[in-house]
């Protein structure tokens, strides 16, 4: 079976900081692109930011500068540094993962993080 854990949500004020994590494991192979996504409530779910098996990134506007993606492939984990928080980031933010042998998609539980004051 396949495991794809996340942590690290949670509540914070404006302009505070926190990391999430992702950590893929069990029968996974050839895992290409690692993102971020995130959902607020009654809204679509959205991409925040990618990166690819070769390190490059990719972020949505809303979060460029702010938020930082990146990975370590030997423990199959994906990281997102989110800083300098705005109340509108409040979502509950989704782990992705995506393989090309064979193609599919792997999702996290999900993971809540509240911008509040």
């Known amino acids: 079976q396949v495991q794809m854990v996340e942590s690290g949500g949670g509540l914070v004020q404006p302009g505070g900081s926190l990391r999430l994590t992702c950590a893929a494991s069990?029968?996974?192979?050839?895992?290409?692109?690692m993102a971020w996504y995130r959902q607020a409530p009654g809204e679509q779910r959205e991409l925040v930011a990618m990166?690819?098996?070769?390190?490059?990134?990719g972020y949505a506007d809303s979060v460029k500068g702010r938020f930082t993606i990146s990975r370590d492939n030997n423990k199959n984990t994906v990281y997102l540094q989110m800083s300098s928080l705005k109340p509108e980031d409040t979502a509950v933010y989704y782990c992705?993962?995506?393989?090309?042998?064979?193609?599919?998609?792997?999702w996290g539980q999900g993971t809540q993080v509240i911008v509040s004051s």
């Open positions: 069990g029968s996974i192979f050839s895992i290409n692109t």
């Open positions: 990166i690819t098996s070769g390190g490059g990134t």
């Open positions: 992705n993962v995506q393989t090309w042998r064979p193609p599919y998609n792997y």
